[in-house]
C-alpha cells in the first residue's frame, strides 16, 4: 500500500536466518540489524557523528518520553525528530505501551487508554492507540509502533490471556489510528511465554495489514530458558515477507539465538548502560571485561583489539581504568562508543555470515563461549 | 642551553601584544594560546580527537592530581604521559603548588616543602620543589612549572613578602633539581597586587635560566580592577625572550586585556566547567548564553552561528536545550566541545589580528562588550 516509502526486502535465508533490507524515506538499513537506543532523543553519551562513524543505520526514541518532555508539538513544529536532534536516517519510535506499564502505582487503566502523571512534574497525561499513533505521526518517525499493554514475564496463563485481548484491540486501533503513508506501522506480538497465545497474535495480527511484527513480552522478567523457547518455535511463524523485531532485547549471545531462529531487529540499551558502568565488550572467549578491574590498570592493550572505534583505536585499557577510577566523564563516553560499535559489528558480521552462508557456524562460535551462561 | 628541545620565537609585536611560537619534541604551538585543561589527563568530556578537530596545539595536566592517581611511575613505565593519555602534542603540567596550598587544614608547611593528605584515601604525601619536579619528569611533560607557594590574593604586604621569599627560593631549588632536558622549566612570578614585589619577583627569577616566566597570583580572590591594574605594568617587565604565561585565568574578556598587556599562554577550567552547566559563549554582543533558558526551547539556530564546531555545525538550540533538561549528558560533552573551540577560535583571531597589526581594533571591540562588567 505505502511500498514508496517503506519496505521490506527478503534477500537471503541461511537455515531460518534472513538477510535482508528495509527502505524508508530516511534511507535504508540491512538485517539483521541493531538499533541503538536514543530514548530520549539522545543515545547517552554519544553524539550522532560517532553514531555514523561506527556504523549506526536507524536509531530508536521513546513516544513517552518524549511526549512529556519536549512534547511532540515542539518537535513537529521544529520540522519532526529527524531535524530535532539532526540525524538523517531512519528512526524507529516506541508507542509508550512499556513505559506507561511500569510505572505502577501511577497509571489508571480503561478499555480506553491508560492515564498516568508524568515523572517530571506530577501533571495528568493519557495514551491510548489513538493517542500513541497521533504523538508518533507527530514527531515524524519511519517506523511506529502500536500500542499494546506489555505483562510481566511471570503472569499465570489467564492473566496473559486477558492482557493479550486488550493489546489485539488496541493494536487495532492503532492501525485504523495511522494516518501518515510515510510511517510505517509494526504490530507487536504478546502472550508471554505461553505458545497457544503467542501463536494466537500472530493469527490475529497477521490478518491486519502491519508493515512490520515485533515480538514484545520477552526479557521482562522471565528466565533466559523460556526466552530462548519462545524464540525456538515464535519467531519463524511471523509472516515471511515482513520484517520481524525482538523488542529490547538483549546480550550479543540472545541477539545471535533470536537472528538464529529468524529474528531481523533489535533494540537494547545494553550496551550504552553497561558501558556507563565500566563493562566492555570484547571478541574472543572472555566475551567482557570490567575496566574498573585492577589487571587492566597499566595494560596497554586496547579494549578489544578487533574493534577499530575511537576508544579502541585510540586508547589503552590503562588510560580508560584510569578515566573511570578518577571519575571522568570520558569512561563512559569511550565504552557505550565502544560496546555501540562491537554490537553494530557484530549485526555486520552476522549479516556477512548469512550471505556466504555460514551463520550457522558463527551460531556455534557464540553459543561455545561459557561466560554467557555464568 | 637545551635549544635543540624547546624553544620560544618572537616573531612580532603589535603594541605590547606578542606574536610567537614555542617548540617542543611533541611539536610546536603558535602564541598567544589557550591551553584546555585535562587536570587528570582527560579534558573533562573531550576526546582528543575532538580536541585535535576544534583546534588545540597543547594541553594541560597537574601534578599534584596524578601523583595521587595513577600515579606517576605507572605513567612513567607506560612510556610517558603523551603516550598514557594518547595526546600527541605539547603538554604542560602545573607543578602541584597551586593545589596543594588551596588543602587548608590537611596540609603542614616547612622550609622542606609540604606534607599533605591524599583527598583519595587519606594517605600521607609530600611535595617539595624537589618531588614536584621529579614528579613531573616522570610524567615527561615537555613543559615543567616550578614549585611555588600561591599565596591568597586578599592577603597583606608582610604575609605576601614572606611567602613570595619562600617561593623564590623553591623555584630556585626547582631549576637545581631539573635533569631532564626535554623538559623546559618555566618560573612564576608572584607577589600579589604589590607593584614592588611583583618587580622584585621579576628581578630575582629572570637572573635564573628558566625557559619561561609564568605569572601566578592572579584570579585568586582579588578583584578585577586589581587583576587588571597587575597585568598593566607587570607582563611587559617579563624578559622579552621568553614566552610569558598567565596561569588559571580567564574569561575571555580577561585573555584579551592580558595579550593587550603582552602575555602569551593561558589556562582555564571556565569554557569546560561553564559549558557541563549550561553556558554557552557566543560571538557578537551577547558574549555568553544560558542554554536551559526557556528562551532557547525552541531556537533552530546553532549556539553559535560564527563556530563551526560539531556543536554548532549539527545541533540546534532546542536541541541542546532538550538535552540539558533532560539531564542527558550529550548536552555538557556538546557545549564543553563548542566552549572550547570558541576560546581557541578568539586565540586565532588574536593571533592573525597582531600579524595584520590591527590588534588594537580587537581589543577595543572586546572591551565595548557591555556584559562582560555585570
Redesign the interface.
Known amino acids: 500500500m505505502s511500498e514508496k516509502f517503506h519496505k521490506y526486502t527478503l534477500i537471503k535465508n541461511d537455515g531460518k536466518a534472513r538477510l535482508g533490507s528495509f527502505s524508508t524515506i530516511h534511507g535504508s538499513f540491512d538485517t539483521p540489524n541493531f538499533m541503538p537506543v536514543g530514548t530520549?532523543?539522545?543515545?547517552?553519551?554519544?553524539?550522532?557523528?560517532r553514531l555514523k562513524e561506527i556504523g549506526t543505520q536507524i536509531t530508536l526514541v521513546n513516544t513517552y518520553?518524549l511526549m512529556l518532555?519536549?512534547g511532540e508539538k515542539?518537535i513537529k513544529?521544529?520540522g519532526g525528530i529527524h531535524k530535532?536532534?539532526?540525524w538523517e536516517g531512519p528512526i524507529l519510535s516506541d508507542s509508550g505501551g512499556f513505559q506507561v506499564f511500569s510505572l505502577k502505582g501511577i497509571r489508571k487503566l480503561s478499555k480506553e487508554g491508560v492515564e498516568f502523571r508524568s515523572v517530571i512534574d506530577g501533571s495528568k497525561h493519557f495514551l491510548s492507540p489513538e493517542r500513541s499513533i497521533e504523538i508518533q505521526e507527530a514527531l515524524g518517525v519511519d517506523i511506529a509502533m502500536a500500542f499494546d499493554e506489555c505483562p510481566d514475564g511471570r503472569l499465570e496463563y489467564d492473566d496473559v490471556k486477558k492482557s493479550l485481548d486488550i493489546t489485539l484491540g488496541w493494536e487495532k486501533r492503532s492501525l485504523e489510528a495511522k494516518q501518515r503513508e510515510e510511517t510505517a506501522l509494526f504490530a507487536i506480538t504478546q502472550g508471554g511465554m505461553f505458545k497457544d497465545l503467542r501463536t494466537y497474535a500472530i493469527e490475529e495480527l497477521s490478518k491486519l495489514p502491519f508493515d512490520g511484527f515485533a515480538i514484545g513480552g520477552l526479557s521482562v522478567g522471565e528466565e533466559k530458558e523460556q526466552m530462548y523457547d519462545v524464540l525456538s518455535y515464535h519467531p519463524q511463524d511471523l509472516p515471511q515477507d515482513k520484517i520481524r523485531y525482538l523488542m529490547g532485547v538483549g546480550t550479543p549471545r540472545d541477539i545471535v539465538e533470536a537472528v538464529h531462529n529468524g529474528v531481523d531487529l533489535f533494540d537494547c540499551v545494553m550496551p550504552t548502560r553497561a558501558g556507563r558502568f565500566g563493562r566492555a565488550y570484547v571478541s574472543g572467549e572472555e566475551v567482557f571485561i570490567n575496566i574498573k578491574n585492577s589487571a587492566h590498570?597499566?595494560s596497554?592493550e586496547p579494549v578489544d583489539k578487533n574493534c577499530d572505534c575511537?576508544a579502541c583505536k585510540?586508547?589503552?585499557r590503562?588510560?580508560i581504568h584510569?578515566?573511570f577510577?578518577?571519575g571522568?566523564?570520558?569512561g563512559?563516553?569511550?565504552l557505550s562508543t565502544h560496546n555501540l560499535a562491537y554490537y553494530l559489528n557484530l549485526m555486520k558480521r552476522i549479516r556477512e555470515a548469512i550471505n556466504s552462508g555460514s551463520f550457522e557456524a558463527l551460531y556455534s562460535d557464540e553459543c561455545k563461549k561459557a561466560k554467557w551462561y555464568k
Open positions: 530520549k532523543a539522545s543515545v547517552k553519551g554519544v553524539d550522532h557523528e518520553h518532555r519536549p515542539l513544529d521544529f530535532f536532534c539532526s590498570a597499566t596497554n575511537i585510540r586508547y589503552s590503562a588510560y584510569h578515566l577510577k578518577a571522568e566523564m570520558l563512559p563516553i569511550l
